[in-house]
């Protein structure tokens, strides 16, 4: 998934991760047109699936993402990740499970 944030850095992701109970396999910077920085971030965790860029991997669950997602909005707001505009968006899109 990509992350647009301002800022979120890497140690962020690995903690957030880790509160997610999930594990970061990949972490990549970018440049944003609308951010300070993007991040290419894929999870490991605990789904019966493999992931798509690892078949020696299972991927994250969604609750995984969700919480994972959800701790890194406490930190930026802002965040543009995936289908998700801002925080408020995350909100209204997963219907404030997490």
Same mark, same amino acid.
């Given at each position: 998934?990509?992350? #647009?944030? %301002?800022? $979120?850095d890497?140690?962020?992701?690995? @903690?957030?991760?880790? #509160? !997610?109970? @999930?594990?970061?396999? =990949?972490?990549?910077? #970018?440049?944003?047109?609308? #951010?300070t $920085?993007?991040?290419?971030? &894929?999870?490991?965790? %605990?789904?019966?699936?493999?992931?798509? &860029?690892?078949?020696?991997? /299972?991927a994250?669950? /969604?609750?995984?993402?969700?919480?994972?997602? @959800?701790?890194?909005?406490?930190?930026?707001?802002?965040?543009?990740?995936?289908?998700?505009? %801002? !925080?408020?968006?995350? =909100? !209204?899109?997963?219907?404030? @499970?997490?």
């Amino acid at each position: 998934m990509r992350i #647009h944030t %301002n800022t $979120v850095d890497g140690s962020d992701i690995y @903690a957030a991760a880790l #509160h !997610a109970n @999930a594990r970061v396999f =990949k972490l990549d910077d #970018h440049g944003s047109r609308t #951010h300070t $920085v993007a991040f290419e971030v &894929n999870l490991s965790g %605990n789904s019966p699936r493999r992931t798509q &860029n690892d078949r020696d991997r /299972y991927a994250a669950t /969604y609750e995984q993402w969700g919480i994972f997602l @959800a701790r890194l909005y406490t930190i930026d707001p802002d965040i543009k990740a995936g289908p998700y505009k %801002n !925080a408020v968006d995350f =909100k !209204a899109q997963t219907h404030g @499970a997490f």
